[in-house]
């Protein structure tokens, strides 16, 4: 059961680059969910989605985009990387039933230059 | 204006011994209160939960105190273990919110053998 899957892993972006995120579930969670943690700090929603083709800002929503195509699958986008969106990434989803409880993956690392 | 807190950023303690990690949350809204742990190059995993309806629940050698008057919530885990260093997060959602959790920043506990 792999749960919440993120790729890449890592990446080392040189600023102004682009580059996308994925995030796949297999718990058929409706909700998915990005945030970005900096060292010393918690999790900061960027964005989610309560379903299929649906997506909302969070808490830190710019410079990214996202979109949720489809239900297992959510996307983060950098369309101009920045060095401040060097961060490590994580990916969650919940059931929408659900009172909070979020199911992470294991995170992807970006440094931009 | 965060809206949860930790104030102690990390916790030392004694194998055999209590750890009693402290969350402030400042939004009445909150009505479901998480703990999350992090391991190293991992995601958060969750831990114990709590409704604002309850006051306590216990799973385990973990215990989650809430205090709704003073807006205050504390993990207790007993007996302490070497495998509990981790970073742990303390997380507020609302019912009504799409299952957005707002995080803490976090607390490094260190169980020394």
């Known amino acids: 059961n792999a749960g919440v899957t993120q790729t890449p892993k890592f990446r080392v972006l040189k600023t102004g680059q682009s580059m996308t995120l994925l995030c796949a579930q297999d718990?058929?969670?409706?909700?998915m969910y990005w945030y970005r943690q900096d060292p010393g700090m918690g999790l900061r929603l960027i964005h989610y989605s309560v379903g299929e083709g649906t997506t909302a800002k969070g808490e830190v929503p710019d410079g990214y985009n996202v979109s949720r195509l489809k239900k297992q699958n959510f996307l983060l986008g950098l369309e101009s990387a920045a060095p401040s969106q060097t961060s490590v990434y994580f990916c969650?989803?919940?059931?929408?039933?659900?009172?909070?409880?979020?199911?992470f993956g294991e995170g992807s690392r970006l440094t931009v230059l | 204006d965060q809206q949860v807190k930790q104030n102690s950023p990390s916790l030392s303690v004694q194998e055999g011994r209590i750890s009693i990690l402290n969350c402030d949350y400042t939004?009445?809204?909150?009505?479901?209160f998480l703990w999350y742990k992090k391991y190293p190059a991992e995601g958060p995993t969750f831990l114990i939960s709590i409704s604002s309806i309850k006051d306590k629940n216990e799973d385990g050698r973990f215990t989650v105190f809430l205090n709704k008057s003073a807006k205050h919530l504390s993990l207790h885990i007993v007996p302490s273990q070497p495998g509990d260093s981790a970073v742990y997060f303390c997380a507020a959602s609302s019912s009504t919110n799409a299952g957005k959790s707002t995080f803490g920043d976090g607390t490094t506990l260190t169980v020394k053998p």
């Open positions: 939004n009445s809204m909150f009505d479901y």
């Open positions: 718990m058929n969670h409706e909700y």
């Open positions: 969650a989803s919940s059931r929408r039933d659900s009172t909070g409880e979020l199911f």
